[in-house]
Nanobody
Framework: QVQLVESGGGLVQPGGSLRLSCAASGSIFSIDFMGWYRQAPGTEREFVAHINWRGGDTYIADSVRGRFTISRDNAKNTIYLQMNSPKPEDTAVYYC???????????WGQGTQVTVSS
């Protein structure tokens, strides 16, 4: 089992910045990628970004590319989502997730609310 705990959400003004963190514990060796998803009210959960836990390769969704970056700190078993120049449409609950090879994103955090508003 893997436990994921997000932090760092809150209210941010458009054009500001915010950094989300996700701390992993447990059987982390079973994970190959860790990612961020988000879900706004009335919409389906949407992929935001993910990072290879070992190699560091990243992929960012088109909707946030150039504004958001994903990074990791293996020593702390933590990944981050740096949100720069957020827009109101980025308002959502952001979830951290861990992918198990061959099984998809199996582990999920509880989510952290991000609200972009002036």
């Amino acid at each position: 089992q893997v436990q994921l705990v997000e932090s760092g959400g809150g209210l941010v003004q458009p054009g500001g910045s915010l950094r989300l963190s996700c701390a992993a514990s447990g059987s982390i060796f079973s994970i190959d990628f860790m990612g961020w998803y988000r879900q706004a009210p009335g919409t389906e959960r949407e992929f935001v970004a993910h990072i290879n836990w070992r190699g560091g390769d990243t992929y960012i969704a088109d909707s946030v590319r150039g504004r958001f970056t994903i990074s990791r700190d293996n020593a702390k078993n933590t990944i981050y989502l740096q949100m720069n120049s957020p827009k109101p449409e980025d308002t959502a609950v952001y979830y951290c997730a861990g992918r198990v090879p061959g099984k998809g994103y199996t582990y999920w955090g509880q989510g952290t609310q991000v609200t972009v508003s002036s």
